[in-house]
């Protein structure tokens, strides 16, 4: 199968889950959008990397690099290759110059990991098209297919049936493109739910 590369374009607090935070991955040279939610440890550990802030001590996706480095190990490439039942599943590509090996691991783990080796993340065709948003221009294009709603650990509790059931679908998809051009994209993920959730019933 083809890889898409992805790239992080948004990491904003969770509207919906306490203590969990929305990590949206964006495809390259492309307008599809991938909402992850993941824990506040790994939200935390993805931004201080980003953000090149030096923690006092290491951090454990600092350790796990200088460990890797230590042996002669690279991260490759992370690739989030399965979505099954709204969880997510990535994989580290790594290599001692030897030999190649794949590595399972949560999918906030591995873009952790990946900000600090500097490596791609990518993805394939049928998860963007099952789990992610699509913008072209200002206009909100549907996917096929979409799971209610995507997680790294578990599936998500939507708010659409008790939230959005009220509403029309012109209302509906106005306030899905606010949210769009706010780009709260964990909301606009369950705005599209319900839109979904609509056609196909």
Known sequence: MKKIELDIVGLSYS????????????????RRRLPIIIGSFEAQAIAI?????????????????TFAQS????????????????????KLICSDGKRTMEIDARTSDAIAISV???????TYEFILSTAGIVIEGNEFVYLENINEGVTEDKPTVTASASN????????????LQE????EA?????????????????
């Not at 509207?15 to 492309?30: D, M, P």
């Not at 001590?57 to 350790?63: A, G, K, Q, S, V």
Request: glycine residues 4%.
């Open 15 to 30: 509207q919906t889950q306490s203590g969990a935070y929305a990590l949206v991955l964006g495809e390259i040279n492309g």
């Open 49 to 65: 990397e980003i953000e090149k802030m030096t923690p006092s001590r290491p951090l454990t996706h600092d350790l796990f690099k």
């Open 71 to 90: 042996f002669n190990i690279n991260v490759q490439e992370v690739i989030i290759y399965n979505l099954v039942d709204g969880i997510f599943y990535a």
């Open 116 to 122: 600090r080796f500097s490596c791609p993340i990518y």
């Open 164 to 175: 959005y059931a009220s509403l029309s679908e012109d209302e509906l998809r106005t306030r």
């Open 179 to 182: 949210a769009l051009n706010e």
């Open 185 to 201: 994209y964990e909301k606009a993920a369950k705005l599209r739910d319900e839109l979904n959730r609509r056609k196909s019933s």
